[in-house]
């Protein structure tokens, strides 16, 4: 089974930053692309960014520009780097990853559970 396990969320104010992390960890043979959603209240889930196990990148277009993601392959570990917050970015967010557990089996999306961003003065 893999775990996949958010962090870095918290309250900040209007223009500041975070960071977020998302380790995904357990039997892994191995990972292909890893991404971040977000979902508001009363509002859909959203994609904000995603990378390719290649490192392509492809971001939401309400946070070009402010967002940035990576990731560290040898970790399994995928970064969110957040600026210029602004209070339409609060949501809890979610990361996701497509990996499979052995070389014959199927690729398989796994979510986390999301941690909180509020932004708010």
């Known amino acids: 089974q893999v775990q996949v396990v958010e962090s870095g969320g918290g309250l900040v104010q209007p223009g500041g930053s975070l960071r977020l992390s998302c380790a995904a960890s357990?039997?892994?043979?191995?990972?292909?692309?890893m991404g971040w959603y977000r979902q508001a209240p009363g509002k859909e889930r959203e994609l904000v960014a995603v990378?390719?196990?290649?490192?392509?990148?492809n971001y939401a277009n309400s946070v070009k520009g402010r967002f940035t993601i990576s990731r560290d392959n040898a970790n399994n570990t995928v970064y969110l780097q957040m600026n210029s917050l602004k209070p339409e970015d609060t949501a809890v967010y979610h990361c996701?990853?497509?990996?499979?557990?052995?070389?014959?089996?199927?690729?398989?999306?796994?979510w986390g559970k999301g941690t909180l961003v509020t932004v708010s003065s």
């Open positions: 996701n990853t497509q990996a499979r557990v052995h070389w014959y089996t199927s690729w398989v999306t796994y």
């Open positions: 357990g039997s892994i043979f191995s990972i292909n692309a």
């Open positions: 990378i390719t196990g290649g490192g392509i990148t």
